[in-house]
Structure formats: structure tokens, C-alpha cells
């Protein structure tokens, strides 16, 4: 919910944003304002999560928002911060793209930088999780019903130990990611495609104040380590996580595509990665025939055989 206007303590600037001078604020504005509108196991998930929506009463807080959209020209001058050899290169093309995700070329560097930001911390967690698996490492208590994690763990590789999963497991997480994805795309303040920061996560406060109390901390910066800190060093901490982000990426899908054909990947020959059979792309095995079409997609060999 927004004002219907600027209070006494609010002044417009010349770019046309509000900023709030509390010595000016009067009981004519919005009233009481409020704080700010993997946590992930790559293989299984047994605490319940609890998100939810903010209920109608809660109000959205005013922020200064910069709606500046990005363009191919802040990509090239970023570009070369992240790699001062390589520079920008973008052999797709995808940065001159009009409507490829969104109404202009703008939008569409928006959706970009955002699910580069977004598959950068996954892989990041991905990798690290791929290392701990692979050593043996895990919860000394069950999972669920009986199966203990040593279970998991005994079944092999880490795309293994995910095949292990119970269906209900696999279930759970998807639905945890789903409410995550869905709270990040609706409770911004003001979306990654219309001027809004790439890679910014909502945070759940709107949730805790609501009564429920819960999730206690929020996924961006849950330990508020970042507030002390100077522009100059969260834009070098942002560049820092794009590298390593990207670094991570390549190293999962190395670790996947040697565990799938050994000796595909050069320097990881000797690694000891464990081997994998099962289907890389498929979230589901075996063991979850009861998730419709399962059965039939296991069945199916392409025109070019099996992988």
C-alpha cells in the first residue's frame, strides 16, 4: 500500500524520488513505517519452512529507489572490473537484444543480470555441497520416517544421493523453492525489469511482523553485515560474488559431467569424482514411479539413444 501523496516530511528532488527528512514528518503521511519489505541443502530439506504472504494491514515501507535501468554500455564499463583480459564478450549477442524477456532491451539486461546473479549463488552452494557429499559428510541423525542420512549418503555419488531421496523429500524442497521464488518476484519493493536492483532478495520481515515470527532471518545478508559497509566496498563485494558465482558455475557442471562420463573433463581424471549412471537432467529416479509420467519418461530412449 502507498501514499495517495508526499507528507510535510517528504521532498521531491530533481529526479523526480522522494526522500523522507524525519525532522519534517507529520501524522498527515502514511503513517507508522516499517523495516524492510541455500539456509539451502542441496539434497534434502526435513524442517518444515513457513512462508506465507504479509496479510493487507501490513504496510510497504517508502525507499529511495534508483530506476535507472541498465544498459550495454554500464555491462561493457562492468565488464571490465570482473575481467580486465577478457572484458565484455557476448558472442550471443544477448545484450542488443530487443523483447528478448521483456518489452525493450532494457528489460531484457535486467532479467539477464538477475539470473546470472541468481544461478552464480546456487552453483556456489552447489559446489560446496558437491565437495562435502563427496567426502562422506552427513547429519549423524534420520532424515524422515526411518531413513537416516547414512542411507543417503551410502548410495554414492552426490546426483546418487539425490536419486535416494523419498519422493516426499524431493517434494518438500521443490515447494520451498517454489514460495522462495514467489516471494522474491512479488514482495520487491520494484522489479529487477523495471528499475529495480538485479540480484536484490525482499526481505521477510513483513512475514515476522505479521505475527508469525518466523523466517527469523532473511536471505540477503541474515546477519546485517553488510549495512556498516561503504558503497565502494558492497560494489567491490558484488563484483567479488559475480566472479565467484561464475567460477562456480563452470565447477558444477565440471563435477556433474565427469561424474556422468569419466575422463570428459580435463584435470579431473584423477579426482576420484564417484561415477554416475542415473539421468542428470531428471529430478526424478527410480523410486518416484508414483509422480505421474515418471514411469514413462525412465522408459523412453531419444533418436539418439541413451545417454
Known amino acids: 500500500m ?4 508526499p507528507s510535510k516530511g517528504m521532498r521531491p528532488t530533481l529526479t523526480g524520488s522522494l526522500h523522507w527528512n524525519p525532522a519534517r514528518e507529520t501524522r498527515a503521511g502514511c503513517g507508522a513505517r516499517h523495516g524492510a519489505a541455500k539456509p539451502i541443502k542441496m539434497l534434502a530439506l526435513s524442517p518444515a519452512v513457513a512462508l506465507g504472504f504479509a496479510p493487507a494491514g501490513v504496510v510497504s515501507p517508502v525507499r529511495n529507489v534508483d530506476v535507472r535501468m541498465e544498459t550495454k554500455a554500464d555491462l561493457e564499463a562492468m565488464a571490465g572490473k570482473l575481467n580486465p583480459v577478457v572484458k565484455f564478450w557476448d558472442p550471443l549477442q544477448l ?14 539486461i535486467g532479467w539477464l543480470r538477475h539470473a546470472e546473479i541468481k ?3 546456487i552453483a556456489m552452494f552447489a559446489f560446496v555441497g558437491y565437495c562435502v557429499q563427496s567426502n562422506g559428510i552427513y547429519f549423524p541423525w534420520d532424515l524422515a520416517n526411518g531413513v537416516p542420512y547414512a542411507d543417503i549418503a551410502a548410495a554414492g555419488s552426490p546426483p546418487a544421493q ?4 523419498p519422493t516426499a523429500a524431493k517434494w518438500q524442497i521443490f515447494f520451498f523453492i517454489a514460495g522462495l521464488e514467489l516471494w522474491s518476484e512479488c514482495a520487491m519493493d520494484k522489479h529487477y525489469m523495471k528499475g529495480g536492483k538485479p540480484g536484490a532478495f525482499p526481505s521477510f520481515a513483513p512475514i515476522r511482523d505479521s505475527g508469525l515470527g518466523q523466517p527469523p532471518f532473511d536471505l540477503f545478508d541474515p546477519f546485517g553485515f553488510s549495512k556498516k559497509k561503504t558503497p565502494e566496498q558492497k560494489e567491490r563485494g558484488l563484483l567479488i560474488e559475480l566472479n565467484n558465482g ?8 565440471g563435477f556433474v559431467s565427469e561424474a556422468k562420463l ?4 580435463p584435470g579431473l ?3 576420484n569424482i564417484a561415477p554416475y549412471d542415473g539421468e542428470v537432467m531428471s529430478p526424478w529416479a527410480a523410486g518416484d514411479v508414483s509422480v505421474p509420467l515418471v514411469k514413462e519418461m525412465l522408459t523412453w530412449v531419444g533418436p539418439w539413444g541413451s545417454i
Open 269 to 271: 581424471a584423477g579426482a
Open 162 to 165: 539425490w536419486d535416494a531421496l
Open 95 to 108: 545484450a542488443d537484444a530487443d523483447g528478448l524477456m521483456g518489452q525493450s532491451n532494457a528489460e531484457s
Open 262 to 265: 569419466p575422463g570428459a573433463v
Open 246 to 253: 561464475r567460477l562456480a558455475q563452470i565447477g558444477i557442471m
Open 119 to 121: 544461478h552464480g549463488r
Open 2 to 5: 502507498q501514499c495517495a501523496g
